[in-house]
């Protein structure tokens, strides 16, 4: 895909969300947790980040993109928060399924956040296309 313009790389940024999601559902066929964990945040980061930029919103940093999600769309009410606190949570169980030592997510926990987050990058996309 070439970039070569705002509406390019938004559309980039979104298809980025959809292909991590792909991916986490082919790494939970194989019970790979942590990184089905992994790939849910992206999906979810990568959708806030094309709705950032359709909003003409920077943002440099995970942290930013959260920060600047919550309070364009979650406290203006664009988005229900329930939203604001799965992107928050998910970022959290990356962070500890990433870097935490001698720690491993079991698939109860996990797919349920499946559901979670492909609910999460639909209501994106209804702010997006």
Same mark, same amino acid.
């Given at each position: 895909? /070439?970039?070569?313009n705002?509406d @390019?790389y938004?559309?980039?940024?979104?298809?980025?969300? %959809? %292909?991590?999601? %792909?991916?986490a =559902?082919?790494?939970?066929e194989?019970?790979?947790?942590n /990184?089905?964990i +992994?790939r849910l945040?992206?999906?979810c980061?990568?959708?806030?980040?094309?709705?950032?930029?359709k +909003?003409e919103?920077?943002?440099? /940093?995970?942290d930013?993109a959260r920060t600047?999600?919550g309070?364009?769309?979650?406290?203006t009410?664009?988005? @229900?928060?329930?939203?604001?606190k =799965?992107?928050?949570k998910?970022?959290?169980y990356r962070q500890k399924? @990433?870097y935490?030592d001698?720690?491993d997510?079991?698939?109860n926990f996990?797919k349920?956040?499946i559901?979670q987050?492909k609910?999460?990058?639909?209501e994106?996309?209804?702010?997006?296309?």
């Open positions: 895909m /070439t970039i070569d705002r @390019d938004i559309k980039y940024r979104f298809q980025r969300a %959809e %292909e991590s999601f %792909e991916e =559902l082919i790494l939970a194989k019970e790979r947790w /990184t089905v +992994n945040y992206y999906s980061f990568y959708a806030v980040i094309s709705l950032l930029l +909003n919103i920077d943002s440099q /940093t995970h930013g600047q999600f309070l364009h769309f979650i406290k009410g664009k988005i @229900d928060k329930v939203y604001g =799965l992107f928050t998910m970022f959290d399924g @990433d935490g001698l720690f997510y079991e698939e996990v349920p956040l559901e987050v609910e999460f990058i639909e994106i996309r209804k702010h997006i296309y």
